[in-house]
Nanobody, 115 residues
Framework: QVQLVESGGGLVQAGGSLRLSCAIS????????MAWYRQAPGKQRELVAT???????SYANSVKGRFTISRDNDKNTISLQMNSLKPEDTAVYYC?????????RGRGTQVTVSS
């Protein structure tokens, strides 16, 4: 089993920045990739960014150039640095892990961007 706990959400004005963190515990050895997702009210969940075990990253077009996903293996965390935030970035952000047998997701952290 893998446990994921997100932190760092909050309220920020448009153009501002936030840094989300995800603490990972449990069967960390089984994780092959990590990701950040988000879900806004009334919308489908969206894959925001991924980072593979080899460190390769990918981003949704909507956040490319503004968000950066990173990993700290010593602290067993991944982070999402979000810059130039827009009101449309408002959502609950979830940390996800792809395991060898199943996928995991945290409970999420709310990000609200005011205009």
């Amino acid at each position: 089993q893998v446990q994921l706990v997100e932190s760092g959400g909050g309220l920020v004005q448009a153009g501002g920045s936030l840094r989300l963190s995800c603490a990972i515990s449990g069967s960390i050895w089984s994780i092959t990739a990590m990701a950040w997702y988000r879900q806004a009210p009334g919308k489908q969940r969206e894959l925001v960014a991924t980072i593979a075990s080899a460190g390769i990253t990918s981003y949704a077009n909507s956040v490319k150039g503004r968000f950066t996903i990173s990993r700290d293996n010593d602290k067993n965390t991944i982070s999402l640095q979000m810059n130039s935030l827009k009101p449309e970035d408002t959502a609950v952000y979830y940390c996800g892990a792809q395991g060898s047998r199943q996928n995991y997701r945290g409970r999420g952290t709310q990000v609200t961007v005011s205009s």
